[in-house]
């Protein structure tokens, strides 16, 4: 439109303050294994047609970040869930207004510093709530996450993980919930098992969820 | 049903590698080291589920994608720590400083990261597409899901603003003048 040499001018200065100017290329290796666990990711277990009925990543994601502006606006009553008809949820500290059912977990009460039994699909199937969900919010103490598929439990629409201050570096360390990542949880007594139980979605993983409650 | 595994495998093979660095840029441009990364991996996620969507030209396309999964990844963060978030926007992070120590004072163009960061965020940005990704109004258009004309309006405002803050911290600083006339 205008001034074509001062738009020049201006993009090269803003080019000369690129910070990623200096950043090396990834190594090869390791953008071949990033690419590798990308692909294996759908093609174990949970695909798009068994585990989330054809919705993309972004709906999650849209979805997650719904969940959050509904939980901060607290207007949710109107879609018409009906927090009657789930499970056993503690919403005591949910502020008014919300009807999503949460099923409330706690973090392992330092019991885990002795040793981790082998994850196995056995041990795996005598816990009394286990799914798959992706993470919306990470505050102090307070994890949410989103279900999108339940092994075992009564299905809620959230899940929150409380973690007392001092046990939050232990037990935040052994499983990091990290905002909008994709986790496998599992858990008896209200408490989360860690030791393996509950990590970060991975196809191994998953097949040992598939094993431990195939259906 | 999509495309049968292999195919979409090869498809996704031939593409990916192509976008793996352009994102590592964007997102290196835009957070911290360890944000990027996660961020990186869930995007080619999305690159991956979504393969059979991919357009022509990806890379617009996938930039978008990993524009809307680092909002999603710095909510958090935000939420947290508002301003450490503030400070490494302003201050990129340190992996990203100009590795050419020789001409670190030379290249630290303060003047400009302080107009820059007085735009407004949208405006920031477009100009970020713009000179760092190197986009056409076009593709910028893809990655904000905003019209060509729209972009292209907006960016030719964003420039205008950011000249003038420029010229305003110019004339502020009449020593830094030197500055302003070297040609890159």
Request: net charge negative.
């Amino acid at each position: 439109m205008t001034d074509v040499p001062d738009d020049a001018a201006l993009r090269a200065r803003l080019q000369a303050s690129d910070p990623a100017a200096s950043l090396p290329v990834a190594d090869p290796a390791r953008t071949a294994r990033l690419l590798e666990d990308v692909m294996s990711t759908e093609l174990t277990t949970e695909s798009r047609e068994s585990g989330t009925r054809g919705r993309s990543p972004l709906t999650w994601l849209v979805a997650a970040a719904a969940v959050l502006i509904i939980a901060g606006i607290g207007v949710f009553a109107a879609v018409g869930h009906d927090s009657g008809s789930g499970g056993a949820p503690t919403a005591g500290d949910q502020p008014s207004g919300s009807a999503d059912t949460v099923t409330e977990l706690a973090m392992p009460s330092g019991a885990i510093k002795g040793r981790c039994p082998v994850p196995t699909s056995e041990l795996l199937s005598s816990q009394t709530v286990a799914f798959d969900a992706t993470v919306v919010s990470v505050d102090a103490g307070v994890t949410t996450l989103e279900p999108t598929r339940w092994y075992a439990g009564e299905p809620t629409d959230l899940v929150r993980v409380q973690s007392p201050p001092e046990s939050l570096k232990y037990a935040v360390g052994a499983v990091d919930f990290r905002d909008g990542r994709r986790y496998l949880v599992s858990a008896t007594g209200g408490r989360l098992s860690v030791c393996g139980f509950t990590g970060p979605y991975s196809p191994d993983l998953a097949a040992l969820y598939q094993r431990a409650f195939g259906d | 049903m999509s495309a049968p595994v292999e195919s979409r495998r090869d498809h996704f093979e031939e593409v990916a590698p192509s976008l793996i660095e352009p994102l590592r840029r964007f997102l290196a441009r835009r957070t911290d080291p360890a944000t990027a990364e996660d961020v990186l991996a869930e995007t080619l996620l999305v690159c991956w589920r979504r393969v059979d969507d991919l357009p022509e030209q990806p890379l617009p396309w996938a930039y978008g994608v990993a524009r809307n999964c680092l909002r999603n990844a710095e909510r958090s963060v935000r939420r947290e720590q508002r301003l450490t978030a503030r400070i490494a926007t302003v201050d990129p992070p340190p992996v990203s400083t100009p590795a050419t120590d020789a001409s670190t004072d030379d290249a630290a163009d303060d003047e400009l990261a302080i107009a820059l960061a007085s735009l407004r965020p949208e405006d920031a940005e477009l100009l970020r597409l713009w000179a760092w990704e190197q986009l056409t109004p076009a593709d910028i258009a893809t990655v904000l899901g905003v019209t060509a004309n729209a972009a292209s309006i907006r960016l030719h405002r964003a420039r205008q603003r950011l000249r003038s803050r420029l010229r305003k911290s110019e004339a502020g600083s009449g020593h830094e003048g030197s500055r302003e006339r070297r040609q890159p």
